[in-house]
């Protein structure tokens, strides 16, 4: 495993139809399976954050991309790339994840093998883990979930299509920023005709100072990727 350096990211921002058949879902969050390289999707997220009260509402895009394999350790690896923008920062992490983990019963983001970013000065960083935990809770918003209570199948409308999924509840407590815990409530309908397996996502996370409720909803996909952080290796 690669050693992550000590610096980036000093805090969270404040956060034609087609019906297809899929394949049931075990567990897992964001990333429920690993599509071919060159595959992207992009999730419109709208959430609400409150903070002792204050509520303030935010619409935006997170982009999760296949953007190159590599080996960790003899075995196939790909580059996750997840872009977004919250509260007007852009926000680009580029991770090596062996595909064995790339699955709906694994936590990929608990085996990232290289991580890098753009830290604030534009210069190109390795991400270290404590921010990447971080980045999940706060940038992607949808955790690894244990365990998942199954609901059964249920047709989901998106700009994409119209998919027949598999729809699962969960709850997760996980470390966040600075060690704070997050609280996390979920549902997810999944399919693996959709890159990386998510179609839509509520999800409510209770933490030290408040909580964020989101969904996140699939809106646009596409086998092209390159990356954004081409120099990160």
């Not at 209770?206 to 990160?232: W, Y």
Request: aromatic share 6%; charged share 30%.
């Amino acid at each position: 495993m690669v050693r992550f350096s000590k610096s980036l990211f000093a805090a969270p921002v404040a956060v034609v139809a087609v019906l297809a058949l899929c394949v049931p879902t075990q567990a897992g969050g964001l990333i429920q399976q690993v599509p071919p390289d060159g595959s992207w999707v992009i999730l419109k997220v709208d959430s609400e954050l409150d903070i002792g009260g204050n509520l303030q509402s935010a619409t935006r895009e997170l982009k999760v991309s296949s953007v190159g394999k590599q080996e960790v350790d003899g075995e196939p690896a790909r580059w996750i790339e997840l872009s977004t923008e919250v509260g007007g920062r852009k926000m680009v992490a580029k991770l090596l994840i062996a595909e064995k983990y790339l699955k709906a019963d694994q936590d990929s983001f608990e085996h990232v093998a290289k991580g890098w970013a753009r830290g604030r000065d534009g210069m190109l960083a390795e991400l270290p883990k404590e921010r990447l935990r971080g980045l999940v809770v706060f940038a992607v918003g949808v955790p690894h979930f244990d365990k998942l209570a199954k609901k059964g199948k249920e047709k989901i409308q998106t700009e994409l299509g119209e998919y027949e999924c598999e729809h699962a509840t969960g709850q997760v407590e996980r470390e966040g920023f600075q060690g704070n815990k997050a609280k996390f409530d979920g549902e997810l309908w999944t399919c693996d005709k959709v890159p990386f397996g998510l179609v839509k996502a509520k999800v409510k996370v209770d933490f030290t100072k408040g909580s964020i409720e989101s969904e996140l909803t699939a809106v646009r996909s596409g086998s092209d990727a390159k990356s954004e952080l081409p120099d990160a290796k």
